[in-house]
């Protein structure tokens, strides 16, 4: 029987490099029939294909196999068979090899045990598990960091974030630029973006990656404007963006309705040869649909070799929210024709499409057919456009009827898609239910409020609009005030009433008061000087362009 294992190791490394696990596997099988005994440097490659594969029996037998061997002490076998178990959703087992280990006190086997249990959504024992690393003098390392802060990410776990942020500055982590860029990403992910650019700011130099984290986080937080003068920033810097990047400045042109800039980024696709990625194509159509053209979204529609749920469902959307509902229907057939399951996403565009469209028999119809063809539980999303779909047609009764019987708890937005039909259709008593319920659920969202406000005003009932301000005081509550985005030169404009932060405001103003006195000038005047009136309005307009620099 010969012992040499090299050349297999060898092989072995190689397959679980090029990530073809399941033949390292065969490949150990193989070995051990041509009578080669396995060593420490053999397992790690066959267990790290185990944890790829999700195969906790296979693992276990090579654990028996190292225990055989003789192998179990080496630092990265240990750290080898926690890594598998971890990855196989057997935390305990893990811990159990790590606890029988003579090598637990070496930094790999904490690292590779804390980073498992927070990847399982074991937090708490991870935190534990740093804890007495550090009681017991173990020393950290980045690897540490980059195991347990992505457990921290989630709005709930910021202070704990917080917590280990100023422990890596301790221990002297802090200039590491991977966990910088972890760091920042779980700000993003908590939700502070505040926090998240103070890391982002001081970092001296800034590599893709975390030019990326920063605009996908402001872009899922909410913060388009920010996305797009970040992206302004980045180029200035001389980075090219990638397809990550160009997703994120498409999400916000979609946000705020920037045609111009979403034409100058497919412009940027074209020409940095990322016309074939589908997630930029998906993003693509959904910014022009979104941003009314539908022409331009159809068209890439067209040309797509291969069209996704994605895809469909992005299409079907554009011409849904736009009032198009019958052929959002007649796409959403096709899509069926053409074999692809609908799933859930989809069918909030369906429903949604026939809201906005008044379909209202087609929308029950397709409603019915979630479960009764497709079997799909519908969700209070569906249920909050059906509804709109039945308080658009005056159908308030039966409104409250599906309210009452669905299978899931109704959510706020549910609830204040009965309030809106309410005060369309001046509904008082129906909608002082919805807003009791719509308050309990979403106390602090102002816009439930000014909504009541408003249908007590139609009714010109005082005493309600009374109490519901005496609510929002009560509450410290104040109205949001709504805002304007306005695109000028591929640059995105916000503007809220009465603003006066922007820099060319005194110009604004002037501008609008030349407009104001010119409409009052036009209305008063004769019917028959409608050719100079329209001369005058292209002057005033010319004159403008000019001032503002347009």
Same mark, same amino acid.
């Given at each position: ?9 060898? @092989? ?120 007495? =690393? ?79 984290? =920063? ?18 920033? =980045? ?32 412009? @940027? ?47 079907i959307g554009g011409y849904g929210m736009h009032g198009h509902g019958e052929v959002a229907l007649e ?63 005056? @159908? ?155």
């Amino acid at each position: 029987m010969t012992t040499s294992t090299s050349p297999w190791n060898s @092989r072995l490394r190689d397959l679980a490099k090029q990530s073809l696990f399941s033949e390292p596997l065969s490949l150990y099988r193989q070995m051990l029939r041509f009578g080669h005994l396995p060593n420490a440097f053999t397992f790690p490659f066959a267990l790290k294909s185990c944890a790829a594969l999700a195969l906790p029996l296979t693992g276990s037998l090579l654990h028996s196999h190292v225990l055989k061997t003789g192998c179990d002490p080496e630092p990265f076998v240990q750290t080898s068979l926690i890594s598998m178990y971890c990855k196989c959703c057997l935390t305990d087992d893990a811990r159990k090899v790590f606890d029988e280990s003579p090598q637990r006190k070496l930094t790999v086997c904490y690292n590779a045990l804390i980073s498992g249990n927070a990847s399982n959504s074991k937090l708490r024992d991870a935190v534990l598990l740093f804890r007495r =690393m550090r009681e017991e003098g173990v020393g950290v390392n980045s690897v540490t960091m980059l195991g347990l802060i992505p457990g921290c990410a989630a709005p709930g776990h910021l202070s704990l974030g917080m917590c280990l942020h100023g422990s890596s500055v301790k221990c002297g982590l802090d200039g590491d630029l991977s966990v910088r860029n972890c760091f920042l990403t779980m700000y993003l992910k908590c939700g502070s973006a505040d926090n998240a650019r103070k890391i982002f700011d001081a970092m001296p130099e800034k590599g893709l990656i975390t030019w990326n984290a =920063m605009i996908s986080g402001y872009a899922q937080n909410g913060l388009a404007s920010h996305v797009l003068n970040l992206y302004r920033e =980045m180029e200035a810097c001389g980075f090219f963006p990638d397809p990550v990047t160009l997703v994120g400045v498409l999400s916000s042109c979609t946000h705020l309705g920037a045609h111009v800039v979403g034409r100058e980024v497919e412009r @940027r696709i074209e020409s940095s040869g990322f016309g074939s990625n589908p997630y930029l194509k998906n993003a693509l159509i959904n910014m022009y649909a979104r941003c009314g053209n539908l022409v331009r979204a159809h068209a890439i529609f067209d040309v797509m070799p291969e069209k996704s749920l994605v895809t469909w469902t992005a299409i079907i959307g554009g011409y849904g929210m736009h009032g198009h509902g019958e052929v959002a229907l007649e796409l959403f057939k096709e899509m069926i024709a053409s074999g692809i399951r609908p799933d859930r996403a989809v069918f909030v565009t369906v429903l949604s499409a026939c809201s906005h469209a008044g379909l209202t028999d087609e929308g029950l119809e397709y409603f019915a057919a979630m479960e009764k063809n497709y079997r799909l539980q519908p969700g209070p999303e569906h249920y909050s456009c059906m509804v709109d779909l039945l308080g658009r047609a005056g @159908r308030l009764k039966e409104a409250k009827e599906l309210i009452d019987s669905m299978q899931v708890k109704p959510d706020g937005g549910v609830w204040g898609a009965l309030l809106g039909a309410c005060e369309i259709h001046k509904n008082v008593e129906l909608a002082e239910i919805a807003f009791e319920h719509v308050i309990e659920l979403e106390p602090t969202n102002s816009g439930y409020y000014v909504l009541m406000s408003n249908i007590y005003s139609d009714a010109k009932n005082l005493e309600g609009i009374l109490k519901v301000r005496v609510m929002m005081k009560e509450r410290q509550l104040k109205k949001e005030p709504g805002c304007s985005y306005v695109e000028c030169k591929g640059r995105v404009h916000v503007f809220l009433a009465g603003d006066n932060s922007h820099c060319q405001t005194e110009d604004i103003y002037s501008i609008l008061d030349e407009l104001e006195n010119l409409a009052r000038e036009l209305g008063v005047s004769n019917e028959n000087d409608g050719e100079r009136n329209k001369e005058q309005v292209g002057i005033t307009v010319k004159n403008w362009q000019l001032h503002l620099g347009s």
